[in-house]
């Protein structure tokens, strides 16, 4: 069965008869999303500090806590079919929903573009090696229209045809060879008890290491449901999108760090790229570098649909007008300032969806059901409460770690306040 683009809103329940993923589609989609060229880089960050035996805890325990808060918000978008923004509404109210809905969006269409200058860069850095650096195959303009093309096209096809048409059926495979391939020239070539035995220098606390970790599946937590709402059945989005973020993401930050351990001590981007493109002709970083391109996808296209609760306009007409943009920030705008404008953005989430999952879970009982409201202040101060325990541990106590209590305490205020100011009885659909 396909859906066309368009024949399915934003801001409306995505119908029964069109929720067709099923745990192996999610599977395939979050495996590859949890794979790309920033996974890897992520992982050399962690390498100095915390070498590699300290990395792959942090990592491990990162992850898996992630996916499970990631699969958990999955399963909202499943029960209620609705997109992540939409979904917002039922816990934030209506007009309460626009203010993420609008930072979502520029914080997406802050890191497509960032996704396609880091294919670009890559291939441009491939290209000179393969050839020369006057070559027209290490021109970063030329990348970054294709990357930008490239991304553009699958966000307005949409996730279905996406993940049914192109990962299901063979882009999975690709990377899975991909992937064992890295793992093989890894084990090959590096001597890894000793790599293992190696302590790090204690430049990286322990703590800062998971929260790193943590926060590459929790940077999906405002995306997800624009896909899991395609579901079939909640067992299956859960499983599926848990099971194939952490295999896909610990074992590619592990492969990060392992290769700028063994052969990038220096920590350079280009020399873990130089590195890997070692292995197999460059293809297998080949295939991960076209693999980028799907983790952009995802950007644009879930920034079309959090731009549609806000306008009304068709989401293949959105996405078009932000690949466009998302290519022209890449190619014109320096980002180096920028970059602390998304993280600043970014820190907002983490808060806002432990709100979400306790409002949910405990408070609705996965109810899609509720009195409508233009704005629920209990939501919105617990979401303000947990925003400010962001701020003051990232500031004061950057050892701590910052996204994950700051999810906790977003969660407890809403389960307070949300029980002392209880919702009214009267249901109607949001």
Known sequence: MSIQPGTYSPDHAVPLAQRVFGARDLFSLWFSLGIGLMVLQTGALLAPGLGLSGSLLAIFLGTLVGVLLLACVGVIGCDTGLSAMAALKLSLGA??????????????????????????????????????????????????????????????????????????????????????????????????????????????????????????????????????????????????????????NFWLMSLGVAYTLAFAPSGEVNALLLALAGAGLGIPLLLILLDESENAFADIHSAAVSSGILLRMKVEHLALAIGVICTLIACLAPLAQYQNFLLLIGSVFAPLFGVVLVDHFILRKRSAQIASAALRWPALLAWLGGVSTYHLLANLYPEVGATLPSLVVAGLLQLLLGRVFSYAQAPAQA
């Open 95 to 248: 007009r309460g929903a626009s203010l993420p809905a609008l930072l979502n969006l520029l914080q997406l269409i802050g890191w497509g573009s960032f996704e396609i200058i880091v294919m670009r860069d890559a291939a441009s850095l491939l290209g000179a090696r393969a050839f020369s650096d006057a070559s027209l195959m290490a021109n970063p303009l030329l990348w970054t229209l294709v990357f930008g093309a490239l991304a553009t096209l699958l966000a307005v096809s949409g996730p279905l045809t996406f993940v049914r048409q192109i990962l299901r059926k063979w882009g999975i495979w690709l990377l899975l060879a991909a992937c064992l391939w890295l793992t093989w020239n890894l084990f090959a070539k590096a001597d890894l008890a000793a790599l293992w035995k190696q302590a790090g220098d204690g430049s990286m606390p322990f703590a800062v290491g998971f929260d790193i970790a943590i926060a590459m599946p929790l940077s999906w937590l405002p995306l997800i449901a624009d896909y899991s709402r395609f579901g079939k059945r909640a067992k299956s989005v859960f499983g599926g999108t848990a099971l194939g973020f952490f295999i896909g």
